[in-house]
C-alpha cells in the first residue's frame, strides 16, 4: 500500500474534476498525499537540497554529535541494557520564519535566500490547495484561510522545519521522530529524496511514506479536521531513525494565528445533522493558541484529549 500520488498540473486541465476528486481523497482517506508537478522548479528544489546539506555540514553536525541524544544513547549501549530511549527523537531540527530571520543560519552561502525563495513558493502553494479544499468541501472561497488568518489578510504563521536525521548506529533502541499528529493546518513536506523512514498510520498499520524525488507531500493537521468537521483527518505519523543515509526532511506549515478562532465551518455541521458522527459540539470552537498551550505538552498523546481541553476553557 502506498499514499497517493497527484499529478498537480492536471488542475488547470481537461482532467481538472478527477484530479480535484483525487485531492478529496487524499484528504479524507489518507490524510498525507504526494503532489507532482506542483509548479515550484527543479532548479529551486537542488539549491534548496544544497543550501540544507551544507548548512547541516557546516553548522549543525558537530552540535548533534555533541549533543546529550547521542550521549543517552552511548550511555545506553555501554550498559549493555535491553531498554530503548523513551521521550526521545533522533533528530536535528530548527525553525525558519518570518519572525526570526536574524537567527536563521549565516555560515553557509546563498542559504538565507534560496529558503526565502522556497518559503514564497511554497506559501503560494499551500493557500492554493487551501482554496482546492475549500471546493471540496463546498465552502466559500478563502474560508480556510481566512479562518487561519483570524479574519485579516496576513496573521497566519508559516513556518519551516529544517531537519536532518543522521545514521544511528542502534536504530533499534530510538526512534527518528515519535508518533504524533501536527497542531496547525496544512503542511508542505519536501523530503529526502533516498533515504525514507515516514511512516504514516493507515487502517492500524504503519505505511512508508516512499522517498519520491522532488515531490512535495502533504499533509492536513488538527485545525483542518476540526474546520471540515471531521471530514478530513489529521493522522498519526512517525519517522524511524536508520543506520544508513541521513535524512533531509524540510517541512513548512500554514498554521493560524494564535488569536484565530478555530471551530467546524456552519456548513459542515448542517450537513452532518442527523448523522451518528461530527454532529454539531464533535469539536469545540477554541482559540488556536490556548490549543498549542496544550499541544506543546501532549503533542505525543492522543489529540482527542487536546479537544476537550480547549472545549473546557
Not at 455541521?269 to 498549542?292: L, R, S, T
Request: aromatic fraction near 8%; hydrophobic fraction near 35%.
Amino acid at each position: 500500500m502506498a499514499i497517493p500520488v497527484i499529478d498537480f498540473s492536471k488542475l488547470s486541465g481537461e482532467e481538472r474534476a478527477k484530479t480535484m476528486a483525487q485531492i478529496a481523497n487524499g484528504c479524507e482517506e489518507w490524510g498525507f498525499f504526494q503532489l507532482v508537478n506542483h509548479g515550484i522548479s527543479e532548479e529551486l528544489l537542488e539549491k534548496v537540497k544544497k543550501v540544507a546539506s551544507e548548512c547541516f555540514k557546516l553548522e549543525r553536525e558537530e552540535g548533534f554529535k555533541n549533543s546529550t541524544n547521542v550521549k543517552l544513547l552511548n550511555e545506553l549501549m555501554e550498559k549493555k541494557s535491553s531498554d530503548r530511549l523513551e521521550n526521545v527523537d533522533w533528530e536535528d531540527v530548527f525553525l525558519l520564519s518570518d519572525n526570526n530571520e536574524n537567527e536563521w543560519p549565516s555560515k553557509t552561502a546563498e542559504f538565507k535566500e534560496t529558503m526565502k525563495e522556497y518559503r514564497a513558493e511554497l506559501k503560494k502553494l499551500a493557500e492554493n490547495l487551501m482554496e482546492i479544499m475549500d471546493e471540496n468541501l463546498g465552502l466559500p472561497k478563502g474560508h480556510i484561510r481566512k479562518a487561519f488568518n483570524g479574519g485579516e489578510e496576513a496573521n497566519a504563521f508559516f513556518g519551516t522545519k529544517v531537519s536532518h536525521y543522521p545514521p544511528c548506529p542502534n536504530p533499534e533502541k530510538v526512534i527518528g521522530l515519535r508518533a504524533h499528529t501536527d497542531a496547525g493546518g496544512v503542511i508542505l513536506l519536501f523530503q529526502d529524496d533516498k533515504v525514507g523512514g515516514l511512516q504514516i498510520l493507515k487502517d492500524g498499520e504503519w505505511i512508508d511514506v516512499q522517498p519520491l524525488p522532488n515531490s512535495i507531500v502533504i499533509n492536513t493537521g488538527d485545525q483542518i479536521e476540526v474546520l471540515s468537521n471531521g471530514r478530513y483527518k489529521s493522522v498519526w505519523h512517525r519517522v524511524l531513525a536508520t543506520q544508513d543515509g541521513n535524512r533531509r526532511s524540510i517541512a513548512s506549515f500554514y498554521n493560524p494565528s494564535l488569536n484565530a478562532t478555530i471551530s467546524p465551518a456552519p456548513e459542515l455541521i448542517e450537513k452532518a445533522q442527523g448523522k451518528e458522527v461530527n454532529q454539531e459540539g464533535a469539536y469545540p470552537k477554541f482559540v488556536f493558541g490556548d490549543y498549542m498551550s496544550v499541544y506543546v505538552q501532549q503533542k505525543f498523546l492522543p489529540k482527542e484529549p487536546r479537544f476537550q481541553a480547549v472545549k473546557a476553557k
